[in-house]
């Protein structure tokens, strides 16, 4: 069964830092793209962060360009959000996602930002 499994989440004050991981299990791993999205309430879902299977290559959106840095070990089957700097608008629902896996998602990691 293909399962992906968010952690990490959390309370942080603003300018603080969390970070966030994504267990994959069912599927190979190391073979798969991997996205991190995001959706705040009464907000659609957006991808935050990409990164190729053989992590030579990421991508960010540009809200989180410089503060957030998105990882993997496929020996451990993990995805990783390092998310530094956090801002108020930040909080919300996170998710990974590996686009060839199509509609395959966790239950997600609520992040939120408050002082």
């Known amino acids: 069964q293909v399962q992906l499994v968010e952690s990490g989440g959390g309370l942080v004050q603003p300018g603080g830092s969390l970070r966030l991981d994504c267990a994959g299990s069912?599927?190979?791993?190391?073979?798969?793209?991997m996205n991190w999205y995001r959706q705040a309430p009464g907000k659609e879902r957006e991808g935050v962060a990409f990164?190729?299977?053989?992590?030579?290559?990421?991508n960010y959106a540009d809200s989180v360009k410089g503060r957030f840095t998105i990882s993997r070990d496929n020996a451990k089957n993990t995805v990783y959000l390092q998310m530094n700097s956090l801002h108020p608008e930040d909080p919300a629902v996170y998710y990974c996602?590996?686009?060839?896996?199509?509609?395959?998602w966790g239950q997600g990691t609520q992040v939120t930002v408050s002082s």
């Open positions: 996602n590996a686009p060839r896996l199509g509609e395959v």
């Open positions: 069912g599927f190979t791993f190391s073979n798969y793209d």
């Open positions: 990164i190729r299977n053989t992590g030579s290559f990421r």
